[in-house]
């Protein structure tokens, strides 16, 4: 017999985006109850319905209202609806979504423990397809996260992905966890200070009977030495082999479609394509090619505002670069300078995954380069050399010299008076504002030094 349910017992006189408030509610007959608004009650309910009466569906009636999935403005004239949120999906509807985002017609549910703990809740689905296994979690102990091991019996389950909603979350994609020995265990943490209540929802992968390969971006496996551009990582495939990149979170935080679907945070800029908001955690991969073993020297295109920023580079899994520190700039939320951060490396010839990875919070990145040798030169340095002769140390100092200092984009700054490369360094620091690279023209021979300058 097909059982279904309707919305619904939880409260219709609070807003949909109240996470725990308390406030006079109550039915038509006792108007002036005091009662807690709670976003989890939704999932609670789902679950009940589909656990406890063992139903087949569930239907929220009234999608745009003050108190459901969509918000409204309260045409009761009860509450105060803010403006910013009219049209935007409520903390209900993203507690909703952790089932009906990935419970999709067809899917059955499957056995699972229905309360492993105290004011823990578990359901748990097959997909139509029967190729992935779907669980969601309810915690609604408000005062404590939870710690929950999950293990999967009778299916081939090697990942899952894993989503929360709670006081300060949306649906947030918290990554990948792996699953051994037939579990995993993972952490149910609303990520804020007052209300420890979320919903975590786990979608498993298992191994494809047809896994896609990965494809190299545009079709064209890239070489070093070279240029690679960080927005061309590889085109995903199918398995998890064949994955090309790791985002925190689904959502482009960036001004760009130019990887549509991924989730990567790209956005474009006077140089071109940059992928920005770089946590710790991410990753990048790109199918390359070695074109001679040997020794290379690594450069890559970094900004961040933050000082502990930093990635590492690694080659089919083995460490190449070890971690690197990414230069902070100068001035609140200031990504626009980019600097260049270098390393020598090791490389064997032939095909490779090469991996970049977040180790620091808040970093943009736009390109790698390899060049054949150790402490080669940067072909491309930050700001390029425009309407300036660079001869970076071709005649060695010996005397005092007098330099006009000038920045990568050309801008005169002033007079630096120096004898040798590191005292042309430090009166350079006392001159200049910020740290980056300067160019200091001889005024006697015209000769040119580049200079890092640290602040």
């Not at 551009?229 to 090309?244: H, L, R, S, V, Y």
Request: contains cysteine; hydrophobic residues 35%.
């Amino acid at each position: 017999m097909e059982r279904w349910m309707t919305e619904h017992y939880t409260e219709s006189q609070g807003s949909g985006n109240y996470w725990r408030t308390i406030t006079n509610t109550g039915d038509q007959a006792n108007q002036n109850k005091r009662d807690t608004v709670n976003a989890m009650d939704v999932g609670y309910e789902i679950h009940r319905a589909m656990v406890v009466g063992n139903f087949s569906q569930y239907t929220w009636w009234y999608i745009r209202r003050c108190y459901g999935l969509i918000m409204e403005k309260d045409f009761g004239n009860k509450l105060q609806i803010p403006s910013n949120e009219i049209g935007k999906v409520s903390k209900r509807g993203y507690v909703m979504s952790q089932f009906a985002r990935f419970i999709r017609p067809g899917a059955v549910r499957v056995g699972a423990t229905a309360k492993p703990e105290a004011n823990l809740f578990a359901s748990a689905y097959k997909s139509a397809g029967g190729d992935s296994v779907i669980v969601v979690l309810v915690n609604r102990d408000y005062g404590n996260d939870k710690e929950v091991t999950v293990k999967v019996q009778g299916a081939d389950v090697q990942t899952f992905h894993m989503y929360t909603t709670s006081e300060t979350k949306n649906a947030k994609d918290e990554g990948e966890v792996e699953v051994k020995n037939g579990e995993v265990t993972i952490k149910m943490q609303s990520g804020g200070n007052n209300f420890k209540d979320c919903i975590v929802t786990l979608v498993g992968v298992g191994t494809p009977a047809n896994p896609i390969p990965r494809e190299p971006f545009g079709g064209k496996v890239a070489e070093i030495p070279g240029k690679i551009e960080a927005e061309n990582f590889d085109i995903p495939g199918t398995g998890k082999e064949n994955k090309t990149y790791n985002e925190n979170d689904s959502d482009n935080h960036g001004d760009s479609d130019y990887r549509e679907g991924t989730g990567v945070d790209i956005y474009k800029k006077a140089t071109g394509y940059i992928v920005g908001y770089n946590q710790a955690g991410e990753w990048l991969e790109y199918t390359v090619n070695v074109k001679e073993a040997g020794d290379y020297t690594f450069f890559a295109a970094v900004a961040s505002a933050n000082a502990t920023s930093g990635f590492n580079m690694t080659l089919d899994g083995n460490e190449l670069t070890g971690d690197i520190s990414v230069p902070k700039n100068d001035g609140e939320e200031n990504y626009d300078d980019y600097n260049k951060v270098q390393k020598n490396v090791s490389l064997t010839a032939g095909q490779h995954i090469l991996r970049f990875t977040v180790v620091g919070d808040w970093m943009d990145v736009d390109y790698f380069t390899f060049v054949k040798g150790k402490d080669a030169t940067d072909p491309e340095p930050i700001g390029g050399t425009t309407g300036i002769t660079t001869a970076v140390g071709a005649v060695p100092m010996t005397e005092t010299e007098a330099f006009r200092l000038f920045d990568m984009n050309g801008g005169y700054i002033g007079i630096v008076h120096a004898n040798g490369v590191g005292e042309l360094r430090s009166n350079a620091s006392r001159l200049v504002k910020r740290g980056g690279v300067y160019l200091a023209k001889s005024l006697r021979g015209g000769q040119m030094h580049r200079i890092s300058v640290a602040k």
